[in-house]
C-alpha cells in the first residue's frame, strides 16, 4: 500500500507553476475587460463630475432617446447595416481570393504583384490612406487632372461616388489582413489530398472547390459570426477621416459611430455616447447568438458554441 501511494504522489503534476504563468494574462484580462464593464451604467445615468459615477442621477432609457428619436436615426442605421453587410460578404470573398492566389497557385505571377499591394495599407494609419485617397478625388487629384484632363468632379461633394470609393478602400486596408488568416489555416491542410485529387485528374479549381474551402469552412464561419457581432459598429476612421469629414457627404457617410462622435463634440454628453455603446454591444451580441443558434442547425460542427 506505502508503495502504491507513493507512485500516485509521484505521478501528480504540480500545476503551481503554471498557475503563475497564467497569473499576468488573468489579471490583464480582468483589468482590460471585466473592470471597464462597470461603465455600462453610465449609459443609465445623468452623468455628474462632480458627483461621480456612483452618486449621478439615475434617467434609465432616456439616454438611449438621443439615438431612436433624432431624425438621422434611420439614414445612420441604413449606412451602418448596409455598408457592414457589404464589408462582411465581399470581404471575406475578396480574402479568400488573395489566400487561393498565395497558396494554391502561388507559382501566379499576379500573387507577386498583390502581396505588396494589400500590405501596404496595413502597415500605415487609416489617416495616411486618407491623404492618399485625397491624392487620388481631391481636387487637384491625380483622377482629375490625369484621367479627366483638368474637367474634374467635385468628389468630396458627391455624394454619389462615396459608397464605391468607401468600400474600394475598405477592401483595399482589410482584405490583406483577412487573408493572412486564411492562409495560416490553409498551410495546416495535408498536401497529400492535392497530389491524390491531381492523380485523379482535379483540375486547380476543384482542388480549391472540393478541398480547400470544405477544410476551412469552419474558419470561414468563425470569422464571419465574428464580424455579425460588429455589424452596429463602423470603422471610424473610413467614415470621419477618408470623406474629410466634410458635411456634404454625410448623407452617405454618416454611422453610428460618426454620429456619436459628432454629438459628443457638440454636446460633451458622456452618458448619451455610453447608451450607443451599449445598444451596439447588446444588439451585435443577439445577432451572434442568433447567427451562432443558426449554424449549430445546420452545421454542429462548425458553431461557437
Known amino acids: 500500500?506505502?508503495?502504491?501511494?507513493?507512485?500516485?504522489?509521484?505521478?501528480?503534476?504540480?500545476?503551481?507553476?503554471?498557475?503563475?504563468m497564467m497569473l499576468p494574462?488573468?489579471?490583464?484580462?480582468?483589468?482590460n475587460n471585466y473592470l471597464p464593464m462597470f461603465g455600462i451604467t453610465i449609459a443609465f445615468k445623468n452623468l455628474d463630475y462632480t458627483k461621480g459615477i456612483l452618486r449621478s442621477d439615475w434617467v434609465g432609457f432616456k439616454n438611449f432617446e438621443f439615438l431612436f428619436r433624432t431624425n438621422d436615426f434611420a439614414i445612420m442605421m441604413r449606412n451602418t447595416l448596409l455598408y457592414n453587410i457589404v464589408f462582411i460578404f465581399g470581404g471575406l470573398l475578396a480574402s479568400l481570393a488573395i489566400a487561393v492566389m498565395m497558396t494554391e497557385?502561388?507559382?501566379?505571377?499576379?500573387?507577386?504583384?498583390?502581396?505588396?499591394?494589400?500590405?501596404?495599407?496595413?502597415?500605415?494609419?487609416?489617416?495616411?490612406?486618407a491623404y492618399l485617397v485625397y491624392g487620388f478625388f481631391g481636387g487637384d487629384g491625380w483622377i482629375n487632372n490625369t484621367l479627366l484632363h483638368g474637367n474634374g468632379i467635385s468628389w468630396y461633394s458627391e455624394p454619389k461616388y462615396w459608397p464605391f470609393i468607401l468600400t474600394?478602400?475598405?477592401?483595399?486596408?482589410?482584405?490583406g489582413y483577412g487573408s493572412i488568416i486564411y492562409i495560416a489555416?490553409?498551410?495546416?491542410?495535408?498536401?497529400?489530398?492535392?497530389e491524390a485529387a491531381r492523380l485523379d485528374g482535379a483540375s486547380k479549381?476543384?482542388?480549391?472547390?472540393?478541398?480547400?474551402?470544405?477544410?476551412?469552412?469552419?474558419?470561414?464561419?468563425?470569422?464571419?459570426?465574428?464580424?455579425?457581432?460588429?455589424i452596429f459598429n463602423s470603422d471610424f476612421g473610413l467614415f470621419l477621416q477618408v470623406p474629410m469629414d466634410s458635411g456634404a457627404l454625410?448623407?452617405?457617410?454618416?454611422?453610428?459611430?460618426?454620429?456619436?462622435?459628432r454629438?459628443?463634440?457638440?454636446?460633451?454628453?458622456?452618458?448619451?455616447?455610453?447608451?450607443?455603446?451599449?445598444?451596439?454591444?447588446?444588439?451585435?451580441?443577439?445577432?451572434?447568438?442568433?447567427?451562432?443558434?443558426?449554424?449549430?442547425?445546420?452545421?454542429?460542427?462548425?458553431?461557437?458554441?
Not at 185 to 194: P, R, V
Not at 212 to 228: C, E, F, S
Open 1 to 20: 500500500m506505502p508503495e502504491k501511494a507513493a507512485k500516485k504522489r509521484s505521478k501528480r503534476v504540480n500545476y503551481v507553476p503554471l498557475f503563475l
Open 185 to 194: 489555416t490553409m498551410s495546416g491542410i495535408d498536401k497529400g489530398l492535392y
Open 168 to 175: 474600394m478602400v475598405h477592401f483595399w486596408k482589410g482584405a
Open 263 to 305: 454629438a459628443l463634440m457638440k454636446l460633451n454628453d458622456v452618458s448619451m455616447s455610453s447608451a450607443a455603446s451599449v445598444f451596439q454591444a447588446i444588439a451585435g451580441f443577439v445577432l451572434v447568438l442568433a447567427s451562432n443558434l443558426m449554424v449549430r442547425k445546420l452545421d454542429p460542427d462548425s458553431s461557437l458554441f
Open 105 to 129: 497557385i502561388g507559382q501566379w505571377k499576379v500573387a507577386k504583384v498583390i502581396q505588396p499591394i494589400i500590405c501596404f495599407p496595413n502597415m500605415v494609419s487609416i489617416i495616411i490612406v
Open 250 to 261: 454625410y448623407s452617405v457617410t454618416q454611422t453610428i459611430d460618426t454620429y456619436v462622435y
Open 25 to 31: 494574462g488573468v489579471a490583464y484580462m480582468i483589468v
Open 205 to 230: 479549381w476543384q482542388q480549391i472547390t472540393k478541398i480547400t474551402i470544405p477544410i476551412i469552412r469552419p474558419m470561414i464561419i468563425l470569422m464571419t459570426l465574428m464580424a455579425v457581432g460588429r
